[in-house]
Every structure is written in structure tokens, then in C-alpha cells.
Nanobody
Framework: QVQLVESGGGAVQAGGSLRLSCAAS????????LAWFRQAPGKEREWVAR???????NYADSVKGRFTISRDNAKNTFSLQMNSTKPEDTGIYYC????????????????????WGQGTQVTVSS
């Protein structure tokens, strides 16, 4: 029913840029909060960035000033622009959507109530 497809993953040299995109279907996109998570090998999954229905954004401290999340309600897509990448940015990135009736400001809401894509690999070489 809800389908999320990530794209744009790949390899980049440290300091370089990469743009991830997520195409969503099966939802009323404008009333959904959107977020990106990532999981590095051997580590717990972590929240990266969030954008609300009003366009307001939040970022993990580790990516503030380097990553930008955006949404395009006309295309039912959202993106994560990754600049000034670091080797520690390496991991599988997942796009997620959450119906805004839930508490979008809580990361646990995405984990418990959200829909998830299959993930896309990002590798930052040093």
C-alpha cells in the first residue's frame, strides 16, 4: 500500500556531495512528516533529519550544517542533500514517512508507526 523507493546512493570521496531521493506512493503526501535514518555497519540505526508538514526541519547534531532535507509535495518526493561528507557518514540510508496525526517530533513515532523504504547504500571514502 505504502511504497517508498530510495535512490541516489553510491560512493563519494570525503568532502564531496551526494543527493538521496525518496519517491512515495500510496499516501496523502502533504500531510505526512518525512525523515531520513541511517545505519552504519555494526552500529544502531540513528535518526538523521526530519521535515514536517509545514516545512520545518530538524537535524542530528552530527550532520547539522552539512545535510539538508527537503520535500516536493507536487512530486511526492523528498531528498537529503549531503555536503561535506565524512567517512562516518557511511551506511545504509532509509527514507521514512509518518502520518502527521502521530507525534512527528518524536523519533520513536517513525520507528513504531512509520513506513520505511528498503534503504540505499552510501559509502564515503577517506
Amino acid at each position: 500500500q505504502v511504497q517508498l523507493v530510495e535512490s541516489g546512493g553510491g560512493a563519494v570521496q570525503a568532502g564531496g556531495s551526494l543527493r538521496l531521493s525518496c519517491a512515495a506512493s500510496g499516501i496523502d503526501f502533504p500531510v505526512y512528516c518525512l525523515a531520513w535514518f541511517r545505519q552504519a555497519p555494526g552500529k544502531e540505526r540513528e535518526w538523521v533529519a526530519r521535515i514536517g508538514t509545514d516545512g520545518g526541519t530538524n537535524y542530528a547534531d552530527s550532520v547539522k550544517g552539512r545535510f539538508t532535507i527537503s520535500r516536493d509535495n507536487a512530486k511526492n518526493t523528498f531528498s537529503l542533500q549531503m555536503n561535506s561528507t565524512k567517512p562516518e557518514d557511511t551506511g545504509i540510508y532509509y527514507c521514512t514517512t509518518l502520518y502527521s496525526v502521530f507525534a512527528c517530533g518524536r523519533w520513536s513515532s517513525f520507528e513504531n508507526q512509520g513506513s520505511w523504504g528498503q534503504g540505499t547504500q552510501v559509502t564515503v571514502s577517506s
